[in-house]
């Protein structure tokens, strides 16, 4: 079964690495990277950039951001240059984790002068084997410095609080196998109602839309970028059947898994 890969840029045991982008324009194949955050900042290029089910101009300056577990691919008509920073979670304190889960995927930039420079500073002390804590407080920054764009929701009227991330985190590692949101909230050391509660107070959604949502989310993506069947797709994301399947994507959707998928390649003709 040929699913979406999955595909690591940094060490196991490395918690963040800065890089320039590469320059080369040659499309990706869509795939995924486990266990870590992706903050892409261009100063040059264009095309496009797909992540999950939404493509984006590239027309730099801009900055893109993956979560993980996200599926994307780049398909550039100019060469691109900038910088990648990849940070796992465990690097972040709460106001740093508050920032990232609420960055949307993609923000334009007027004016990226200063960020950029920042970037280079980052980049220049990461080469020097400047210390964790500096690194740190260099991501922090670039983090609290990248503008928000208008519209954008923003936590200010409730506490920040940690278990609703941690929720977040592990729906992305383990949508496919757990669907309870007790089990969910038995990892977190919480109650199932507190944990609705956090969800509510956050969101205004609780556990189980943000599991559905993550769920089909995935399901579009197989959809959309592999040739696996129906029934393939059904099994990799632990449904008892197809039909069971297929009664969830089309309560979410209105659409068959079918239809979704021929209306998915012919949006990518229309692209191409």
Not at 5 to 32: A, C, G, M, Q, R
Not at 54 to 77: A, E, M, R, Y
Not at 93 to 103: A, D, K, T
Not at 189 to 217: D, F, Q, W, Y
């Amino acid at each position: 079964m040929n699913g979406i890969p999955v595909k690591s840029k940094i060490k196991t045991d490395e918690v963040l690495k800065i890089s320039p982008f590469k320059e080369v324009i040659k499309p990706t194949v869509p795939h995924k990277h486990a266990n870590y955050f992706e903050l892409i900042i261009l100063t040059q290029g264009s095309g496009f950039h797909t992540i999950d089910d939404q493509t984006f101009d590239v027309n730099p300056p801009d900055i893109f951001f993956l979560k993980p577990g996200q599926t994307h691919c780049w398909d550039f008509s100019r060469i691109p240059k900038g910088f990648v920073i990849l940070f796992r979670e465990e690097l972040l304190n709460s106001e740093g984790l508050e920032v990232v889960y609420q960055l949307p995927a993609h923000i334009s930039l007027a004016d990226g002068g200063t960020l950029f420079e920042l970037v280079k500073r980052f980049y220049q002390d990461y080469q020097s084997n400047a210390s964790l804590t500096i690194l740190k407080t260099y991501l922090q920054l670039i983090l609290l410095k990248i503008p928000k764009p208008s519209g954008t929701f923003i936590q200010t009227d409730i506490t920040f609080n940690a278990v609703y991330y941690q929720f977040k985190s592990l729906i992305n590692e383990n949508y496919q196998r757990i669907k309870k949101v007790q089990d969910y909230a038995d990892l977190l050391k919480v109650s199932a109602s507190r944990l609705n509660l956090i969800c509510r107070n956050a969101s205004g959604k609780t556990p189980s839309m943000l599991l559905n949502e993550r769920i089909l989310l995935e399901s579009k993506t197989l959809l959309s970028n592999t040739s696996l069947s129906i029934k393939e797709i059904a099994a990799s994301l632990d449904f008892s059947d197809t039909s069971h399947f297929v009664k969830f994507f089309k309560l979410n959707t209105n659409l068959t898994p079918g239809l979704y998928r021929d209306l998915a390649l012919s949006s990518a003709k229309r692209v191409i």
